[in-house]
């Protein structure tokens, strides 16, 4: 018989930012790589060694070593030095689809100056795959994927043909006990050769061919004696033929014949940890991670692709800003299982990242007022997409408001003119760092005169921004005459007509265009009042918001509320959580509080535009879980307070939840009734929406709980709910009338405090998943919770749901003069969803997908252009549209402007 094969990977898994610090991780690289490059240099044994499939490792050392980076160079020129293909080894359910695109782009086109990225989809840790990795993938030219966690029972191989909704396909090389098989090799070849027999005996049932020994894990060294050892080995027995080699020099002579197949995203937990209860751990984190990706995916890159000349696109800002959220992809950043320290990090790269994509967005927006030929407000719609919906805006209140616009406030104009002394005047101006007051008021001239009795300061205040105000000019001027004439008088007058700020429904606007402002009449106006007498279906003291098309009855019993009679929506359920950031697990006497002690209603906006009512409920919370009894013990009062909306002419019912946390080790889920038993949910995931059932495949080590996560949007039994952030869903209220299980109720985590990194002993999960470090950040005490979301009940469409609840219509406001006209669109994009627009190599990219079973035409009016893959290689030419395949992705790329 011949001897197994088995071929050795010398690798490291390096978690960028963990259970320590970005930096402090970062010296232990340098270390690691200081050792490496001179080992890889000296010793021809030592022939191959990955670098965790991600550039940032590079990026990260050579920014400390620059004059290393030749070195580097030469090494994986010679195929010694394995890099990529992602720039950083990312979670795949906690970030856009987007966000992995231009994680895999960037990590391909930074390997590209060290000779080429690995074309393997390496994703050895991930906490589960997403259903489409396989086709974008194929998108970039790979075959091969390795894989870990995720992988389901009915897979018995090392590998299998892992196959996307589109049908895309790649074969899945699985690491059954994972990336550290080969970690810490003895160094003793008659050692090394039992422990491999252990381990054929651990795995022998799965291999379909050699041996593949992955020798490295979290933060490991190289062992530099690994040449000699196998050499040693192979000499002194014939079991097993030992040789260090790449994954891709593995993968090229790996089996392909008799795979299984699998179909669709890998979330179970039948080997490994899934590790799910990472959605819901600092909710802040997720949301301000959907904050920065919507700036950049749906404004920032859109308005400037479309509104700035193709020179002024700002590449370097955006390179920049996405930049900082691919880092912060990162699995242990996005999933914030790591210290406080590196949370922190995360969400002010975020913060730093949505900050430039605000600034893109609105200097892009002023260049196309600036190119509209009449002077006054448009309505920009940054959707592909055809839509009406509902604005604000500021307008004169020189007429009273048409019963088509809600007033929200009005200013009557500021105090006519005053006399001031040059030191206030001085201080005045001062703190005068640009045009805009507040939101409604900005400076849109000044104007100076001077005589013999003073000097004369007129500030002309309106409600929109104008371009080129001489402010800084005028300061200057200011302080040259008071330096001539020190204690002249200074009369400064205010001009600003009565203004008022309203809300109105507009006309429909076609996608990524634009129309002048003018209110629409309302067909179905929104109205909030309390609860005739007598209702039968509004209990005394209840709320009613109507609109026409919904209605929606607050329960004052319990702050509830009821959707065209459905009643039980918004019920808060709060219970113990002795978990840790990986897990949630209820401790032993659990408590769970869903009743509030008192509840409080008031009419909120009157309509007709928009209508709403706010729930303030009261409740009495345990204060923690005590270590030793594992009961919810003390007592902390917080107040929620909910406001419920609806619209004129939409059926979507918008909800936001508020409070300021008081508790420690507790979940808040909030309950939605569905309006039918569902044994199924569709959540949107990255470019598709994924179907799951009521349980999930788990083992003694973690038990497998059906809590998915999802993107923007879950269904299930008639019911669609639209939210802010990745959140955790689970169908709960299961009931078996006719023997199929079927759920009553989705419940959706709103907050996960524990106190833990990792814990040991959980119900749930009994062993540690990282360090059992304590990080009192994870518990989000006294820190603000704000919850968006918004309901429907019935047949609706879940994209344009998202769109109209999280991506608004806007308004600018037009100088006159430009060469636009008054109704309009910049792109036409029908039959897909818009992932990307977007300027590449000075042409316009437009990334779609097909979230559909059918296939579609994508229609992009009357150009004409390419479609390309994901690293921008043409593949098939387009005149007006093109084809694509149920669940299909595709990039295409336009000429001209």
Known sequence: MSPRQVAVVPHTHWDREWYEPYQTFRMSLVDLLDTLLPLLESDPSYARFMLDGQMAVVDDYLEVRPDHEDRLRALAATGRLTMGPWYILMDEFLVSGETIVRNLQAGVARGAAFGGAMDVGYLPDMFGHIAQMPQLLQLAGFEHAVVWRGVPSEITRTAFWWEAPDGSTVRAEYLPVGYGNGASLPDDAKALVRRVADHEREIGEFLIG??????????LRPQPWLGRLLAEANSLQDDYRFEITSIPEYLAGAPTEGLARWRGELRSGARANMLMGVTSNRVDVKRAAAAAERELERRAEPYAALFLAPEEWPARLLELAWLDVVRNSAHD???????????????????????????????AQGAFARSLSAPGSVVLNPSARRRS????????????????????????????????????????????QGPKIDNDAWVQDVRIEEDETGIDLTVEIGPEERPNV??????????????????????????????????????????????????????????????????????AGALV??????????????GTFSVDGLAGFGRLADGGDLGDSYNYSPPRQDVVVDVPESVTLAAGEPGPVRASASVTARYRWPDHVDGGSQARVGEQTVEVVTTVEVRADERPVRVTTRFVNPSRDHRLRVHLPLPEPAATSEAECAFAVVGRGLTAEGRPDERGLPTFPARRFVRAGGLTMVHEGVSEYELVDIEEPDGVPRARTLAVTLLRSTGMLSRLGMAYRPFPAGPLTAVEGLQLVGRRIESRY?????????????????????????????????????????????????????????????????????????????????????????????????????TARLPGG
Not at 396 to 412: H, K, L, T, Y
């Open 333 to 363: 950043s996005i999933c914030a299982c790591s210290v406080d320290d590196v949370v922190d990090a995360v969400l002010h790269r975020f913060a730093e990242s949505r900050q430039i994509a605000e600034g893109v967005a609105r200097r």
């Open 210 to 219: 050699p041996m593949l020994l992955m020798n490295g894990s979290d933060h």
């Open 545 to 558: 918001l109507r609109n026409g098309l919904v209605t929606v009855v607050v329960d004052p019993a319990d």
């Open 790 to 890: 918004a309901v429907a009940v019935g047949d609706v469409d879940p994209w344009a749901m998202a769109d109209e609840v999280l991506l608004p219509l806007e308004v600018v406001t037009a100088p006159g003069g430009g060469w636009r006209g008054a109704e309009g669109a910049e792109l036409s994009v029908e039959g897909a969803e818009v992932s990307a627009v977007r300027r590449e190599a000075g042409l316009l990219e437009v990334r779609v997908f097909n979230p559909r079973p059918e296939p579609t035409t994508v229609r992009l009016g009357a150009r004409t252009g390419w479609l390309v893959d994901l690293r921008g290689r043409p593949t098939e030419p387009f005149d007006g549209a093109f084809e694509l395949r149920p669940f299909g992705i595709a």
């Open 389 to 432: 919906g509902v604005v604000e805006l500021v307008v004169p209140s020189d007429a009273p408001p048409g019963p088509e616009v809600q007033v929200i406030s009005e200013r009557f104009g500021l105090p006519g003119s005053m006399t001031l002394d040059a030191d206030t005047v001085r201080t005045v101006l001062g703190m005068m």
């Open 470 to 539: 001489p402010i800084a000019e005028a300061k200057q001027d200011i302080y040259t005459r008071l330096g001539a004439r020190p204690d002249v008088p200074v009369r400064v007058r205010l001009d600003q007509p009565p203004i008022r700020r309203v809300a109105a429904r507009v006309a429909e606007v076609e996608g990524f265009g634009w129309r002048t402002f003018a209110p629409a009449p309302l067909q179905h106006p929104a109205t909030v009042a309390l609860a005739e007498a007598g209702d039968p279906d509004a209990p």
